[in-house]
């Protein structure tokens, strides 16, 4: 039997010890201070919103700090116990004790244990405290305890085992101590949320925030994956109890310490292989929807007219019926419907009949008894019930996307894409929880995309006193809610939940928001603008009209808040994600994720800048509400939400933009053009690029090295649209549609004007709403209009490969008074050194902020003059190359000294053919011509070597540039400064002493006197740091002999061509040799110049 | 009852012997282990307060198994191993309170009486709030006899006890033991000081390289010894020879030599006289390797 007295009694003392220990003083000081002083530093200036927004975070946040704390301290105080029983002599009147060594090593881990939970304590207290002292922010009991349990108890079981028994086995310390500290950093830094969290001991990297709405929406597997540490944990205890340096009471019971550890170790394995399969039961899942929906997208459908659903709300599942009716595309005896897996279809009927239907997996393919003819009217009712089996959702995504956590800060949010629980109900249309006609996303049939606007109605009753949400006007008849939206939708969803409703009519349209009861935190602060809504709304609205040249198209305007696990992905057919659907956005729980929604924070803010005079003038309280409302609305006019960074090691990192996923642009556009094409699952969102083009985010330069648009742009040197077109990475993907879309539409702007050509597309928007069209026939529309054929250029846009790549001079900018009127002509020469033929857009850019457009093709290897001309005088042009290997694709130029010329009259705007681009006796080598070369590097260490393989996948090697931390081997990155025919590209390399180099050899056919140039490209560095010397070390070979010194200084010349030196040089190669040796942080190579004299 | 120890061997990993077919009865009461370093005796000592498996062997301790029984051994048995310096910082008086909660005191209010009572009986009640790393290496061993008597036990094993310890505390811990043993207690008291056991125990024995030697009461120990000890006064030569020779076990200079007392058969020298042994005498007879050579020679 196991004697609690002795537990109690090792434990009491173990626990004393650790108590006078410097080292748990000392980590007791540096944990809970900092966390003391962050709690209230956040509560007197800005704290992440997501912090205050979802209460259980705020427990939450100081767990996982602390926790990592605790798992590094308790490595080391957990090891130092083995060592203090075989160092101090004295322990050993303890061995000799009666206590059996279960009871010591048990005593001793509670002993730790609870020294650890009273730090845990200490924790959770100060998170009260600050809990308590925000006053729009409740105390989530549960979470306390919650996150107590979930992450630092099986995490200090996990973490004492092992270094006990670790220590057991190795029987040294400090051994012990690198070993677990290398693999803390190893699963912190490195593994991370891979192998799906199996190696989150500590469950940082785990989906473990609370929704306030609904909970943890996924706690079985959480709870299985802690289990899995605390199993381990338990099991190396009693490994170390079984390999305990001390004679055991009872050798039977050392038996029964080893069965004890071999069953955890078991029972840990089994919840591993549990845990991993049920993610790999997941991907196969997916698979074999993926699978199904290839196999059906062929089979007949039926285009519907109206659905009628009739749905009953359950507390774990749906019951529902849906009449449908429509007319079949074509004719056939059998036509495809799906519906989510984990709904059950009872019957199919029409008009009273059964009619038979096969169930595989997700599709419905319903059977009638005589093949129907196309276009024929068909009425069916479907009777089902059951679950939604997420598995389903979002088959287009990738499993690394789908797997990869979502993070904000600290907090990692299990993502979820429907709720049915007893409280609250969310059914998007993603879930597919009513029947619909054909197939979900299908790589190999793109007819699968082809949607109709349809006529809904909805009936919904809802559990309890909760309040039920949709399209469409709502009424309430015997506990019934009834949805009719007055517009054909080409979808329809619904969210149940304990709602209270803030409505209100302004002009045609009703302004509704719905929050879960007592998640207000609004009203209140913003109590000034009650009576002004009326006003400003419509004024936003107005704005937002405007900017997108679309008018909004429904009656119903309305924010329904959802739980913070409600994930949506951006998708490659459409800009519209999940959360926006027609009339309404699902915004997360309290907004969580928008940082301007933390109202009480920007408002303080507001009225501390302008007690401080600091917002020019000074503010009415309303006016600052007025302001902060105004910025928190127009966030959802943003195109991109968030930024995410990422570091990789050795210093480069990459940034990604992600998506806004509330711009409530779809419901302008998306929900009211319905775009299809037999061929391009992309139709409508070709259209939608065409109409709101993504904005490039060309700073991104400085920390990829290159735009996502180039990288789109130089995978079309080997591979054609239609292969492009589905690519994993989904940000590519979104500019190779981008690039396609404006490639698509150019030439119709070439042929009536720009401005012209996008006024015709609004127009056909406008008159084609809410109707379905035929990509098609879209085309072949502007083909009429603008005399293009559409036709012949179409084949070669979708599958050709082509990528044309140009050289473009520097534009020479002339003066011509002619009479009564000002001429200007700019004269660019361009050589398209490609064997493709391409179009190019000028845009010009006059005084008094006028642009014109220019557009014009440059044959496969022509070298053309393109001549512009302009009556105001141009400041700077703008030329994108589209699709092109030009890095930069778009260049920008100044237009430099204007030149006034008296001697000849301007030419005639247009493209004449030119000879050549340099002028004579002019040799220039760039670090993209074969006469450069570079160093071989210094190799780097093997774990760098290891970490910094990864790779986006497109094959490019062009890497950001973070002055502070240059890499360590010769890198290149682009940007417009930089000297390039078609890639402006340059080598750059962290400063040393000269023992890396860059070299430009150049072919001398003519003896002679030369002077040589360097390329200055003006270097951030050089401008930021003025107090840094800025010399270049070259050593110039003219002769093949001894090679000379030279200096550069870089202060002394601006960006260009910098004069290094006159030289005599005989035929052969000139070599000219750039070393590292530089007072800089980082050496750049980029491009020399010979010119004769 | 008493403790009864048959064929115990002990031969660790590599390959050293160092317990051989030990068999012995230890009464109640004073009971000396008397060896030289490397005798074997601290091996003999961790087997019987089980910190160690022997080789074969059995210990029968007031009835209970050694080998299967160790928790009913453990709970009569008190132990004070031969360094007993290092502490882990607890107060004097917590270090009993520890030592009386895994010896089984469980009562509170009696544990704190009890712990009372032996910091008063051992002279450490005015430290008790010391920390014991602090204590003077006489009060370390005072307070290791206390937590070893701590719960009353039926066998005390105590390791060295006296070693480093000055006259005055030496004296003072035998008493302590005294005390102890006079309670139908077995003490068993490892030592290589003949002292400590000529003064305290009533009955011993001899274990040199793993063997008894000798089993018995001290006196009959020192009868052994009677005409093997000699004493004589010689010049500096022939004490040089004698030392080569024989175990010299006092040596005093004196105005014409050295007056020595030697172990010995045969008289060691010319005028060489019988000298009346003491345990130390006899202890060197049974133990010196030298006496050992020329006595089987």
């Known amino acids: ?40 530093s956040f509560l007197n200036s800005f704290r992440p919103w997501i912090l205050v927004a979802i209460p259980a975070n705020i427990p939450y946040f100081n767990m996982l700090l602390i926790n990592v704390g605790q798992a590094i301290i308790a490595i080391f ?31 001793k881990t509670w002993g730790s244990l609870r020294m650890f939970i009273s730090l845990n304590f200490a924790a959770l207290l100060i998170a009260f405290i600050f809990n308590s002292l925000i006053d729009y922010v409740w105390i989530d009991w549960g979470a306390y305890l919650f996150y107590f349990m979930a992450i630092s108890i099986p995490t200090l079981v996990f973490v004492i085992g092992l270094s006990y028994f670790l220590m057991i086995l190795l029987k040294n310390q400090a051994v012990v101590f690198a070993l677990l500290l290398a693999y803390i950093a190893i699963t912190l830094f490195y593994i991370g949320d891979s192998v799906y969290y199996l190696f989150d001991y500590m469950g940082f990297n785990l989906p473990l925030m609370k929704s306030d709405i609904v909970g943890h929406v996924n706690l079985i597997p959480i709870i299985l994956h802690r289990s899995i540490y605390l199993f381990l944990g338990i099991a190396f205890i009693a490994m170390t109890i079984y390999k305990l340096p001390r004679l055991a009471n009872n050798k039977n019971n050392t038996k029964y310490v080893l069965i004890t550890a071999i069953l955890f170790f078991l029972g840990a394995g089994v919840l591993v292989l549990h845990h991993i399969s049920s993610f790999y039961m997941k991907s196969n899942a997916r698979e074999n929807f993926l699978a199904i929906n290839n196999k059906y997208s062929g089979y007949a459908k039926i285009a519907p007219d109206s659905c009628f659903i009739n749905l009953n709300q359950m507390p774990r599942s749906i019951e529902a019926e849906m009449v449908f009716n429509g007319k079949t595309l074509e004719g056939a005896k059998e036509y495809v419907f799906s519906l989510n897996p984990g709904l059950t279809v009872n019957s199919v009927t029409s008009k009273s009949h059964k009619i038979s239907f096969i169930r595989d997996n997700q599709v419905i393919l319903v059977a009638f008894d005589k093949e129907l003819k196309r276009g024929e009217n068909v009425d069916l009712k479907f009777n089902y019930k059951g679950n939604i089996d997420q598995n389903y959702c979002y088959l287009d995504v990738s499993d690394k996307d789908l797997a990869k956590t979502n993070s904000v800060m600290l907090f990692n949010i299990e993502k979820s894409y429907a709720f049915i629980t007893p409280k609250y109900l969310l059914l998007t249309p993603e879930t597919a929880w009513y029947p619909k006609q054909g197939v979900s996303y299908s790589p190999e049939n793109p007819t699968w995309s082809q949607s109709h606007f349809t006529k809904y109605r909805l009936e919904v009753t809802a559990l309890d006193s909760l309040v039920a949400v949709s399209q469409g006007k709502d009424t309430i008849i015997d506990g019934k809610y009834i949805f009719e939206p007055d517009r054909q939708l080409m979808n329809i969803s619904l969210a149940i939940g304990d709602y209270e409703k803030f409505t209100m009519k302004i002009d045609t349209i ?21 009576d002004t809504l009326s006003v400003v709304i419509p004024d936003i609205k107005g704005n937002i009209e405007r900017s997108r040249n679309l008018t909004y198209p429904f009656n119903r305007f309305g924010l329904v808040e959802v739980p913070a696990n409600f994930e949506t992905y951006p998708r490659l057919w459409t800009k519209a ?24 924070e920007n408002l303080r803010w507001m009225r501390e800048y302008n007690k401080n005079g600091w917002l020019g003038r000074d503010h009415t309280d309303f006016e600052l509400q007025l302001n902060v409302l105004r910025n928190l609305i127009y966030y959802f006019n943003d195109d991109n939400g968030e930024y995410k960074w990422s570091m990789k090691a050795g210093g480069s990192g990459t940034l990604e933009v992600i998506p806004n996923k509330y711009k409530i642009y779809p419901q302008l556009f998306n929900f009211r053009v319905n775009l299809f094409s037999s061929e391009l699952a992309f139709a409508n969102r070709l259209l939608e690029q065409y109409v709101d083009p993504d904005k490039s985010s060309r700073w991104m330069r400085n920390i990829n090295g290159i735009t996502v648009e180039e990288k789109a742009n130089l995978l079309f040197k080997e591979s054609s649209f239609r292969d492009l077109m589905y690519s994993d990475n989904k940000e590519l993907t979104n500019a190779i549609v981008t690039l396609k879309s404006a490639e698509l539409f150019m030439p119709g702007e070439l042929k009536i004007g720009r401005d012209e050509f996008r006024d015709s597309v609004f127009s056909y928007i406008n008159r084609n709403s809410f109707q379905n069209i035929d990509f098609e026939r879209m085309m072949l529309h502007f083909e009429d209009i603008t005399d293009w054929d559409f036709k012949e250029d179409y084949s070669m846009w979708l599958d050709s490969v082509y990528c044309p790549g140009y050289e473009i001079s520097e534009p020479i900018v002339s003066y011509f008074n002619n009479g009564d009127e000002d001429v200007y002509e700019t004269v660019f020469k361009i050589h398209n050194v490609s064997d493709i033929f391409g179009m190019l857009r000028i845009e010009v850019r006059e005084q008094q902020n006028q642009t014109t457009n220019d557009y014009f093709y440059v044959d496969a290897g022509n070298m053309v003059e ?4 302009t009556n105001t005088q141009p400041v700077s042009f703008e030329i994108t190359t589209n699709i092109s290997t030009n890095i930069p694709s778009t260049l920008s130029f100044r237009a430099g000294n204007v030149t006034t010329v008296v001697d000849r009259e301007p030419k005639v705007a247009d493209t004449y053919n030119v000879n050549n681009l340099e002028t004579k006796g002019v040799i220039i080598v760039d670090n993209e011509d074969p006469g450069f070369s570079i160093s071989e590097s210094e190799p780097i260490g093997l774990l760098a070597t290891w970490i910094l393989k990864e790779d986006d996948g497109t094959g490019l090697d062009f890497v950001g540039y973070n002055i502070w931390r240059p890499p360590l081997k010769w890198s290149k990155t682009t940007a417009p400064r930089y000297y390039g025919r078609n890639v402006r590209s340059v080598h750059f390399l962290k400063s040393g002493k000269g023992n890396a180099w860059a070299q430009w050899n150049i072919p001398i056919e003519e003896e002679g006197q030369y002077d040589l140039y360097y390329w200055v490209a003006g270097y951030d560095e050089v401008r930021w740091m003025r107090w840094k010397q800025a010399k270049y070390q070259f050593f110039v070979n003219a002769f093949g002999e001894e090679p000379d010194e030279y200096t550069l200084n870089l202060r002394r010349n601006d960006q260009g061509w910098a004069l290094l030196g006159t030289f005599y040089a005989g035929k052969g190669d000139f070599t000219v040799k750039l070393t590292n040796n530089t007072k800089l942080n980082a050496v750049e190579a980029d491009a020399v110049k010979l010119v004769k004299r | 009852m008493s403790i009864i120890i048959k064929g115990l061997n002990k031969i660790y990993p590599n390959g050293n012997h160092a317990l051989k077919d030990v068999n012995l009865e230890i009464p109640p009461g004073m009971f000396g282990l008397l060896g030289p370093n490397g005798a074997g005796k601290s091996t003999f000592i961790r087997i019987l307060v089980a910190l160690m498996e022997p080789s074969s062997g059995s210990i029968n301790m007031y009835g209970y198994d050694i080998l299967k029984e160790r928790e009913q051994v453990r709970k009569i048995m008190g132990y004070l191993p031969q360094d007993f310096r290092f502490f882990a910082p607890y107060k004097t008086y917590e270090f009993l309170d520890y030592a009386a909660m895994l010896s089984g005191i ?29 204590l003077s290496g006489g009060m370390k061993r005072r307070l290791g006899i206390a937590q070893a008597l701590i719960h009353n036990p039926k066998v005390i094993v105590v390791d060295e006890p006296t070693t480093g310890l000055d006259p005055e505390e030496r004296i003072r811990f035998r008493n302590l033991l005294t005390k102890a043993a006079g309670n139908n207690v077995s003490i068993i008291l490892s030592t290589h000081i003949v002292g400590d056991i000529s003064s305290s125990c009533n009955n011993m024995t001899l274990l040199n390289k793993g063997q008894i030697s000798f089993v018995g009461a001290p006196e009959e120990l020192i009868k ?8 004589a006064i010689v010049p500096d030569e022939i004490f040089q020879q004698i030392n080569e020779e024989y175990p010299v076990i006092t040596t005093i200079p004196v105005a014409n030599g050295w007056e ?29 390797s030298k006496f050992d050579l020329w006595r089987k020679g």
């Open chain 1, 1 to 40: 039997m196991i004697s609690f007295h002795n537990i109690s009694a090792v434990a009491k003392y173990e626990s004393r010890l650790l108590g006078r220990g410097w080292f748990f003083k000392i980590f007791t000081l540096l944990s809970i201070l900092p966390l003391g002083i962050t709690s209230l």
């Open chain 1, 866 to 869: 393109r001549v512009i001309i």
């Open chain 1, 77 to 107: 105080l957990a090891s130092e116990f083995i060592k203090r029983d075989t160092k101090l002599d004295t322990s050993e009147v303890f061995f000799v004790k009666p206590m059996s060594n279960t009871e010591y090593v048990i005593g």
């Open chain 2, 106 to 134: 469980n009562s509170r209010r009696e544990r704190k009486e009890r712990v009372d009572e032996m910091l008063r009986s051992v002279g450490l009640y005015e430290v008790r709030d010391r920390y014991a790393n602090k």
């Open chain 2, 260 to 288: 020595i007392q030697v172990v010995s058969e045969t008289p060691p020298c010319e005028g060489a006289e019988l000298f009346a042994p003491n345990l130390e005498h006899a202890y060197v007879y049974f133990i010196d």
């Open chain 2, 224 to 231: 052994k010894a009677e005409g093997k000890v000699w004493r």
């Open chain 1, 577 to 600: 994600q999940e959360s926006v659907q027609p009339e309404l956005v699902f915004v997360c729980e309290r907004a969580y994720d928008i940082g301007r929604a933390d109202i009480h």
């Open chain 1, 510 to 530: 009703d302004y509704s928001m719905w929050m879960i009861k007592n998640h207000d935190y609004f009203t209140q602060t913003l109590d000034s603008l009650k």
